[in-house]
């Protein structure tokens, strides 16, 4: 995993302040100054990989929506969703669940996840949750939006209070 610009940024700040407290301290030369805010930044570096791998940034890790809900609406509208999903107003599939107030139901579905989590789970692996109520297994086939297409689309269903 390639480092972000913020953990690039905290060993550039690190580098600094470790060399602005050595100096300030007087107790060591210029030379040793130098020598510590190298150590400092062997160290930080390894320290930003561990803590991006325990806590990877959000989007990468199914936490906060990040797409464009807008173009997600239209993906929606102008794919497979329609003939399967109602949502007041827009379709009416009744085939699959009512996503009309989908972001608020979503976070009661499955314990320990989040709403938009659920949300990406379910269109990517339908089977993992099936909502009671409907056939098991699920007739929605599994990974009908990847990468950004998913994302915009989690982003259209999170805006369904």
């Given at each position: 995993m390639?480092?972000?610009?913020i ?7 690190l ?9 300030a ?9 130098v020598a ?10 390894p320290?930003?990989?561990l803590?991006?791998?325990v ?5 990468e890790?199914g936490?906060a ?7 997600g609406?239209?993906l929606?509208?102008n794919?497979?969703c329609?003939a ?6 827009i ?5 699959g ?7 608020a139901?979503s ?5 320990g996840?989040g709403a938009?989590a ?9 089977q993992?949750v ?11 086939p599994?990974?009908l ?5 998913l ?11």
């Open positions: 390639p480092p972000t610009p953990t690039l940024g905290a060993v550039v700040i580098v600094i302040v470790s060399m602005i407290a050595a100096s301290l007087r107790a060591v030369g210029r030379g040793k100054a510590t805010a190298v150590a400092v930044a062997i160290l930080a570096v320290v930003g990989y803590g991006e791998m806590a990877p940034a959000e989007h890790a936490g929506v990040g797409g464009n809900a807008a173009r609406e239209t929606f509208r794919g497979a329609p399967c999903h109602a949502i007041t107003g379709s009416a599939g009744v085939v669940p009512d996503l009309t107030h989908v972001a139901v976070a009661t579905r499955k314990p996840t938009d659920y949300l990406r789970e379910s269109i990517v692996n339908p993992a099936v909502v009671p109520g409907f056939p098991s297994p699920s007739s929605m599994p990974g939006a990847t990468g950004t297409d994302e915009d689309i989690v982003a259209f269903l999170m805006t369904r209070l």
